[in-house]
């Protein structure tokens, strides 16, 4: 049983960075596929990114491409979002997730994932 601990959210102005951080116990994270989603008020949970350590591969929703990098250290079992010149359509609740032997096609999916965070709040003011 994978447990996530997501943070590093805040309020922060447009343009602004933030990196937010998905530390994992009871598992080690590197043998998972792992993804950040993002819900805002009153809309649907949405993927931005995801991480698959065994192929080394990243993948970005077209939202985030370009401003956004998923990383990971192994040793504090840990991965983190790092997101720039980020917009108020950022604001949302960010959730950490992993899922074990997803296909690529299966990666922006949030059924595919059966361990989720809490979430931390990124709050982008204008």
């Known amino acids: 049983q994978v447990h996530l601990v997501e943070s590093g959210g805040g309020l922060v102005q447009a343009g602004g960075s933030l990196r937010l951080s998905c530390v994992a116990s009871?598992?080690?994270?590197?043998?998972?596929?792992v993804a950040w989603f993002r819900q805002a008020p009153g809309q649907e949970r949405e993927f931005v990114a995801a991480?698959?350590?065994?192929?080394?591969?990243?993948h970005y929703s077209h939202s985030v491409e370009g401003r956004c990098y998923m990383s990971g250290d192994h040793m504090k079992n840990t991965v983190y979002l790092t997101i720039d010149s980020l917009k108020p359509e950022d604001t949302a609740v960010y959730y950490c997730a992993a899922g074990m032997d997803l296909l690529t096609s299966s990666l922006p999916l949030r059924g595919a994932y059966g361990y989720w965070g809490q979430g931390t709040q990124v709050t982008v003011s204008s």
């Open positions: 009871g598992g080690t994270l590197s043998t998972y596929s």
């Open positions: 991480i698959r350590w065994g192929a080394s591969t990243r």
